[in-house]
């Protein structure tokens, strides 16, 4: 970042003439090539989360004004499927953490078989996302195109969850209205996670064939560090939506 | 004028009869908003002056010609920090001078007269408390503060009269109000400014500013019969807000005489004052706005109410002083239970009111 | 060298365009549409660019037209709101935004830091690859019928009640969003980790600073405004959502989420601009920048109380008079910064040794032109004035002065600076001059009926108007008149010159940036071999000593 880093650099350069392979023409060395990509890849994560941001802040507002709607919607998530997805997800991130550290190591086989891991793993998140949307379509609780206000108007209706929170009380209907807001919210945020993962899963896909001919065992790891910074910022994202989406109101 | 082309020259006289250069000032804030505007425009001038006089004068001073090699300077913390701190300075005194404006313009006195206007694509709906109705008009008297109610039934409009200088968004869902006071009689441009559709520009209409002894004509001379309490009366009756509202020992809902502008506890333990604003929210969204110790049982009218339905049914219970008429109307619905207002007891239903109120 | 100008062109009877250069080192379609090049990009880049300027400019034309008289007359009214939505959209997304950035900051930051390339050179292609994407789009919007919800999509309006192409167009917002975000992060990147060595911060041409900050706005800014339009996209899908106030969402929202990007993006487009001047100003006063430090900091200011200022669009709109308070004084805050880019420019004038080429007139007329627009931009953050002023043709004239004015202004003045490094070639001065003189005269006339109009009360977007307005109103339809031969000047001459224009050599205004220090048009590297910076920027006697140098090792 200081000048001092910028002159070592050309230093560097100076000395050895021969540029691996890997290395751009227009960086003097591998060090500022690692170095610089390392450096975007953080900046693009922060506007990612302003991206994110938008939708947390209308999150708590509107959490804050419908309180009794936001409560009783979230008792309508699955928890068993949203733990499971988040066990599913930090597996996945410790496995991507895995496979750096292989290619940092040069194992190719590893490194191989752990983005193979990250991938199917990354994979298993969206087969049960898809499962709990199904669940929430059955439910009529798809704000604007399949909607039932009845699960909240009388909670009773509802015996599976009802069995577990008793103490829900049946909201007004202009209350019991707003709980569409809650699942609009939910769609949007889970929704936007899920275009994450599934941008995430893409590249897997193109970075276990570029993995098995050997592209990243070379030394040069920027590319695999790079994207586990993705892989794992979408982790963390999830790590937010969970409790706020599932956890925050049961007790 | 022969070698003019007569359409040309029309065109001209018209220009030069009809040129504005400045929007007459009709309202007391208008020469005080005024002052400011200029005070800023002279500061502009002087600015720009300033600017234009430095180049020009450097120009002709140090052009090549003149001075053919360049003296190298640093800067001047002296000079930086002289245009910094000026304009700052005079930033400050707008900034300040402009907040005592706002302030004054955004605050209604209490002794204002309301008048509610509806914004709706695309026309202005003026609701005077005496009944009258008007539409892309508005007709006020002179020397006497008017504080408008304004609110939006579609998407935003913008209540704008620049001869007063004053303008406020009308927004849908909530109320905001703005007030002035019309000095000369005399007729306005009121405008929509803010885009709302396609016919944006047709949301135009008057304001009207008359005498007091004009304006006392011209209210009895429009009044529908009813006034605008009156038709939240017929109002409550008929969505059955009475059936809870009255003053019976078993009543399942609050009394409402007197009960605007006094401060209320919640359920959520909540305190706060019954307002215009509250009372709306009361009546479409009333389980947040419920009042300690009772049910939250009362049904939404959103959606079965216009908002110049809810508007007449505030300004009625703004003017309930006592539960007199409540029970008046009481004693009439249970009186004729054939009534079409008698069905729509059940929550959630009242067709009759529903036709009434629509325009 | 004449006494009234700088130019030193070399002896145009043996001079050539370099053989080997960006241009010329592949030839064919595909060796531009998948070039790393950021030369070549910003190529691209300038040439999309023009045409979006040129297809919005034709949809200001028509607006003018239009108010020529009171009443709906050339077209009806829903025809008219999409024309001037069109026009903000593309002006504003497809011209404005990435004019300097992705022109001017594409083909000389990577230079002036001493770099081969940007930092990331894929990524800058993608961004032109996802403007072009938008660009598409925002076409085949006004194809299938264009849209009419204003540039600003205010809910509900745009999310309930029309049944316009809101949706594509939303989509191309957001695409070109990201554009502009691979822009600013790429620029960012280049800016911390590809200087040459020597290059510090305070060795950083102006330009450098006044893009920098401008991508950390676009950087934080923008994706924001994205999140905004997919939440309008879906709630105008599934026709509920958190903006709707008949299902207890608040359109005040969108407003907030709207505006804290759509007010950094003001300064988003007018940074770059002033980024510009400095390099200009500085060039044809042969003096250092008055102040340096201060300009370069004053950028900064922008760009952070740039991002706590936007509530300043929502005075009227029933926020809290408290909260108004505070955006009035923070707006009154960033006002500061300007004003003392201004009195620096000014001053670098001073005991100078000024010449007018072209270039330095447009910079002379952006310093005029700004002035104004700032001071009005003042009215309008004051709270009091504001109430009467908003929404009015006063704030059309406002931004226009600002936009245009300034940051258009700006943008030819950069073209016609970095034109003979882009090209290796000489435009005509006498006419270039002529066309900054004519724009200049043109956009005064144009713009300036307006602050009248909108003291007068006109409120922007109408269709039709009382018929008093009408004078006013012909005057600025007469003056756009001018202002469009303005535009199509450089178009025609600056083409003409890439064919018959001087031979430039490689730094005919004898500036000290680095990319003047390299042939023209530059090689693909940019330098033969990595420069070393060591002197300070705007070093006039360091250039002076260098090409006293060369001649001695010549002679």
Redesign the interface.
């Known amino acids: 970042m200081s000048d001092s880093t910028a002159i070592s650099n050309s230093a560097a350069a100076e000395t050895h003439h021969e540029h691996p392979p890997y290395q751009r023409h227009h960086f003097e060395t591998v060090e500022q090539q690692a170095d610089t990509t390392n450096f975007a890849m953080w900046l693009f994560l922060l506007t990612e989360v302003m991206f994110f941001g938008g939708l947390f802040t209308s999150y708590l507002i509107m959490r804050n004004w419908y309180y009794p709607a936001f409560v009783e919607a979230s008792h309508q998530l699955n928890i068993g499927w949203g733990t499971a997805n988040t066990a599913v997800l930090i597996m996945s991130s410790f496995t991507m953490a895995m496979g750096v550290w292989s290619a940092e190591t040069r194992r190719k086989g590893a490194l191989v078989l752990c983005l193979s891991l990250t991938f199917v793993l990354g994979l298993a998140f969206l087969g049960i996302k898809t499962i709990e949307y199904h669940e929430k379509w059955e439910k009529h609780h798809v704000p604007g195109l399949n909607w039932s206000d009845a699960s909240f108007l009388n909670p009773a209706s509802d015996p599976e969850v009802h069995k577990d929170y008793p103490g829900d009380q049946p909201l007004a209907p202009d209350m019991a209205q707003k709980a569409q807001m809650y699942f609009f919210l939910y769609f949007a945020m889970t929704g936007m996670h899920a275009l994450h993962m599934i941008i995430g899963i893409s590249i897997l896909g193109f970075m276990i064939v570029r993995a098995r001919a050997g592209a990243y065992t070379t030394g040069h790891v920027t590319y695999v560090e790079n994207f586990g910074l993705y892989w794992h910022f979408v982790d963390i994202i999830w790590i937010f939506l969970f409790p706020l989406l599932y956890l925050i109101s049961r007790h | 004028m022969d070698h003019i082309s007569p359409v040309l020259w029309q065109f001209l006289q018209k220009w030069l009869t009809h040129f504005a250069l400045f929007p007459p000032e009709a309202s007391k804030i208008a020469p005080e908003m005024d002052a400011l505007y200029f005070f800023m425009a002279l500061v502009s001038l002087v600015g720009l002056v300033i600017v234009v006089l430095l180049i020009v004068s450097f120009s002709i001073l140090y052009s090549k010609k003149r001075h053919p090699k360049a003296v190298q300077i640093e800067g001047s913390t002296i000079l930086e920090a002289t245009w910094t701190i000026i304009p700052l300075g005079l930033f400050l005194i707008m900034f300040v001078w402009g907040a005592l404006l706002y302030f004054r313009i955004y605050t209604p006195p209490a002794n204002a007269m309301n008048i509610y206007v509806v914004g709706k694509q695309w026309m202005w709906k003026a609701e005077h408390p005496g009944g009258q109705h008007e539409i892309n008009a508005l007709h006020v008297p002179v020397g006497r503060p008017i504080q408008l109610t304004l609110i939006s039934q579609d998407v935003f409009h913008s209540f704008s009269i620049p001869a007063f200088r004053v303008k406020r968004e009308a927004i849908p869902g909530r109320y905001t109000t703005v007030w002035f006071e019309a000095t000369t009689p005399g007729t306005y441009h009121l405008f929509c400014t803010q885009y709302c559709g396609t016919n944006h520009s047709q949301m135009i209409g008057d304001v009207v500013v008359m005498t007091p002894d004009d304006f006392k004509k011209w209210l009895e001379g429009s009044t529908s019969g009813n006034s605008l309490a009156q038709d939240g009366e017929r109002l409550f009756t008929s969505l059955s807000c009475s059936s809870c509202h009255n003053t019976r020992p078993d009543a399942r809902g609050p009394s409402l005489a007197n009960v605007y502008d006094s401060r209320l506890t919640l359920s959520t333990g909540e305190t706060i004052t019954a307002d215009d604003a509250y009372l709306r929210q009361a009546i479409l969204n009333p389980s947040q706005h419920i009042t300690q110790g009772y049910a939250p049982i009362m049904p939404t009218y959103q959606g079965q109410v216009s908002e110049e339905g809810v508007i007449a049914l505030v300004e009625y219970i703004k003017n309930l002083d006592s539960d007199y008429r409540v029970q008046q109307t009481l004693n009439t619905t249970d009186l004729v239970p054939e009534s079409p207002a008698g069905k729509a007891a059940t929550p959630g239903k009242a067709p009759a009111a529903q036709k009434e109120v629509k325009p | 060298m004449s006494?009234?100008?700088?130019v030193s062109l070399p002896d145009q009877s043996t001079a050539r365009i370099p053989k080997m250069n960006f241009l010329t080192k592949e030839n064919g379609l595909l060796s531009w549409l998948l070039t790393g090049d950021h030369k070549r990009i910003a190529t691209l880049y300038l040439i999309s660019i023009t045409f979006f300027f040129f297809i919005g400019g034709s949809l200001a034309g028509l607006i003018r037209l239009e108010l020529l008289t009171p009443q709906?007359s050339l077209m009806a009214?829903?025809t008219y709101?999409k024309v001037f939505t069109m026009h903000g959209v593309i002006m504003v997304f497809l011209f404005l935004v990435p004019s300097v950035p992705a022109t001017i900051g594409n083909f000389v930051i990577p230079m002036m830091v001493g770099?081969?390339?940007?930092?990331?050179?894929k990524?800058n292609l993608l961004s032109w690859y996802l403007y072009i994407i938008a660009g598409f789009m925002v076409i085949y919007t006004m194809a299938a019928g264009g849209v009419?919800t204003?540039w600003?999509f205010?809910s509900?309006?745009s999310t309930h009640?029309?049944n316009t192409h809101v949706i594509s167009t939303g989509l191309a917002i957001f695409v070109a969003g990201f554009s502009s975000?691979f822009t600013g992060?790429?620029f960012?990147?280049t800016i911390?980790?590809?200087?040459?060595?020597?290059?510090?911060?305070f060795r950083l041409p102006l330009f450098v600073w006044a893009n920098y900050a401008a991508s950390i706005l676009m950087?934080?800014?923008?994706?924001?405004l994205?999140?905004?339009l997919?939440?309008v996209v879906?709630?105008r899908?599934?026709?509920?959502?958190?903006f709707d106030?008949?299902?207890?969402?608040?359109?005040?929202?969108f407003q907030h989420?709207f505006w804290f990007y759509s007010h950094p993006a003001v300064y988003i487009m007018i940074l770059p601009g002033m980024g510009v001047i400095s390099e200009v100003i500085s060039t044809f006063?042969?003096?250092?920048v008055?102040?340096?430090?201060?300009v370069a900091f004053s950028s900064v200011a922008i760009a952070v109380f740039g991002f706590f200022v936007w509530a300043h669009h929502m005075?009227?709109?029933?926020i809290s008079?408290y909260a108004?308070?505070v955006f009035?004084?923070l707006t009154?805050?960033v006002?500061?910064p300007s004003?003392?880019k201004?009195?620096?420019w000014?001053?670098t004038?001073?005991?100078?040794?000024?010449?007018?080429e072209t270039p330095m007139l447009y910079a002379?007329g952006f310093?005029?032109l700004f002035?104004?627009g700032g001071?009005?931009g003042?009215?309008l953050?004051?709270?009091?004035?504001?109430?009467?002023l908003?929404?009015?043709y006063f704030i059309v004239a406002h931004f226009h002065f600002v936009m245009v004015g300034g940051m258009l202004m700006a943008f030819l003045s950069g073209i016609h600076f970095w034109w003979p490094k882009w090209t290796g070639r000489m435009y005509p001065e006498k006419i270039s001059q002529f066309a900054a003189v004519v724009t200049f005269i043109g956009f005064n006339f144009t713009f300036f009926p307006q602050f009248?109009l909108g003291?007068?009360?006109m409120?922007?977007?109408?269709?039709?108007?009382?018929?008093?307005?009408?004078?006013l109103n012909?005057f600025s339809t007469a003056g756009a008149t001018i202002l469009g031969v303005g535009y199509l000047l450089p178009v025609l001459y600056l083409t003409w010159s890439l064919k018959y224009g001087a031979i430039a050599g490689n730094n005919p205004w004898q500036a000290t940036g680095l990319e003047w220090q390299t042939q023209s048009p530059p090689l693909t590297?940019n330098f033969l071999e990595?420069p070393i910076m060591d002197h300070e920027a705007y070093d006039?006697?360091w250039l002076e000593q260098q090409q006293q140098k060369e001649v001695a090792s010549v002679g």
């Open positions: 006494a009234a100008t700088i709906t009214a829903d709101n770099a081969k390339d940007l930092a990331l050179p990524v009419d204003g600003t205010t509900p309006l009640y029309l975000i992060l790429n960012i990147v911390h980790k590809m200087r040459c060595p020597g290059m510090t911060w950087v934080l800014g923008t994706p924001v994205a999140i905004t997919v939440l879906l709630e899908t599934v026709h509920i959502g958190v106030p008949a299902y207890g969402g608040d359109p005040i929202l989420l006063s042969r003096k250092r008055f102040g340096y430090t201060a005075f009227i709109m029933g008079n108004a308070l009035s004084l009154m805050l006002a500061v004003a003392i201004i009195f620096n000014a001053f004038l001073y005991k100078g040794s000024i010449t007018f002379f310093m005029g002035t104004i001071m009005t003042v009215f953050g004051s709270t009091g004035t504001d109430i009467h908003t929404e009015t009248i003291t007068l009360g409120p922007r977007r109408y269709a039709a108007y009382p018929p008093e307005f009408q004078a012909v590297e990595t006039y006697e």
